[in-house]
């Protein structure tokens, strides 16, 4: 099945308009159309903008519409994005100067995001947030322990 917003409404490019004049040509040597039809017809595939206008050229001829490989076939959504756990372990490791305790949740929360999933947005986040946790604490059992 065909998407809506896909085919007739793509732009045609120049290699498109020639492989329709060069049908156009062989529909012509094989008796398909008469000589004005080709005039009008071969004007209308030089100057088609779109698949449709390539399409009314070559109406009633053997004709395949232009491919655009690059194109998927389907709408993808875009994956899922997981942001949250790396940026909230460094916000908690800088709020870690305020006071110590949010530094312990700043690692644990950077260490989950880091160990959850590979394809994650926030992984500089994490290992930033894993580290600022590990200063603080690392200061906060220092003034702690003298």
């Not at 917003?5 to 008469?34: C, M, N, P, Y």
């Not at 039809?37 to 070559?58: I, K, N, V």
């Not at 994005?81 to 312990?104: D, E, K, N, S, W």
Request: aromatic share 8%; glycine share 12%; with cysteine.
């Amino acid at each position: 099945m065909e998407p809506q917003w896909a085919g007739r409404h793509f732009l045609v490019g120049d290699a498109d308009r020639e492989r329709a004049v060069e049908g156009l040509k062989e529909s012509f040597q094989a008796g398909r159309i008469t000589p004005e039809e080709l005039s009008d017809r071969m004007g209308l595939a030089l100057s088609s903008r779109t698949a449709a206008d390539l399409d009314r050229a070559m109406a009633g001829l053997p004709w395949t519409r232009p491919s655009h490989p690059n194109l998927p076939s389907y709408y993808q959504p875009p994956g899922r994005r997981q942001r949250g756990m790396g940026i909230a372990a460094f916000v908690l490791g800088i709020l870690g100067f305020l006071c110590g305790i949010t530094a312990v949740p700043a690692i644990v929360l950077g260490v989950t995001a880091l160990a959850t999933g590979t394809e994650r947005d926030d992984k500089g986040f994490a290992v930033a947030g894993i580290a600022v946790g590990v200063v603080w604490v690392a200061l906060f059992g220092w003034y702690l322990l003298s």
